[in-house]
């Protein structure tokens, strides 16, 4: 089956500095890949949308200058949190879109919980 | 918007079948799944069912959905201690070719499998 990887799985951060959190598509390519935010006892909320090559499409409220995405390869997308504070700690989860098959399915990583000091 | 809303908890005991139910606004809404979430774990995708079906059987796994009252259920037959997580339905936000694969989430229902 199709598997993506997520790195870091948790990862501990002092207020003002950057994270990165890499999301990989081990054995397909992904032409898209969605990045969604989980906070404690609530849903996943889509962040953005990454398409391999092009610029990211950010949902409404989130601040693209702060939350960073490149996907520049077709099994690579990574997702920076610029300047992090503790309101930005939340479990950030990737999922890529395997082909451009009619019938949607998609592949989620494992998450990273993300805590800022 | 779109909306989508699941309860909160459910708890059964081991052997007998869990009903988890949702509930959608979009009436465009082409697909619509259900992810399973185990704890620290990313996403499990364990069923779908397009929106022109009325049922999905897939082992101990049946999907009802009411496309009129905008409402679809999970039924786990004999359910295990294992099956314990969270259940997510989520249904399409775009059209019927969903090329942009926007998926819109419920809350997450937190199934509790009492031995």
């Known amino acids: 089956g199709a598997v993506v990887s997520q790195h870091p799985s948790w990862v501990i951060c002092k207020s003002g500095t950057s994270v990165k959190i890499e999301c990989r598509s081990l054995?397909?390519?992904?032409?898209?890949m969605f990045w969604y935010r989980q906070f404690p006892k609530q849903s996943l909320m889509l962040m953005a949308t990454?398409?391999?090559?092009?610029?990211?499409?950010?949902e409404q409220g989130v601040e693209k200058d702060k939350f960073l995405i490149n996907h520049a390869s077709l099994t690579l997308s990574t997702l920076t949190v610029t300047s992090a504070h503790p309101e930005d700690s939340s479990f950030y989860i990737c999922?890529?879109?395997?082909?451009?098959?009619?019938?949607?399915?998609?592949?989620f990583g494992s998450g990273t919980q993300l805590s800022v000091l | 918007g779109e909306d989508v809303e699941q309860s909160l908890f459910l708890s059964v005991r081991e052997g007998d079948s869990s009903v988890i139910n949702c509930t959608y606004t979009?009436?465009?809404?082409?697909?619509l799944y259900w992810y399973k979430q185990e704890p620290g774990a990313g996403l499990q995708l364990l069923t779908y069912?397009?929106?022109?079906?009325d049922m999905k059987q897939d082992q101990r796994l049946t999907v009802l959905l009411n496309k009129k009252d905008k409402h679809l259920s999970l039924r786990i037959a004999d359910t295990q201690t294992g099956d314990s997580a969270i259940y997510f339905c989520?249904?399409?936000?775009?059209?019927?070719?969903?090329?942009?694969?926007?998926?819109?989430f419920g809350q997450g229902t937190e199934l509790s499998v009492k031995p």
């Open positions: 999922s890529a879109r395997k082909g451009r098959q009619y019938n949607e399915k998609l592949f």
């Open positions: 054995d397909f390519q992904a032409t898209t």
């Open positions: 990454s398409n391999e090559g092009s610029k990211a499409t950010y």
């Open positions: 979009d009436s465009s809404s082409t697909y």
């Open positions: 069912i397009f929106s022109n079906m």
């Open positions: 989520a249904e399409s936000g775009y059209g019927i070719y969903n090329q942009g694969g926007k998926l819109i």
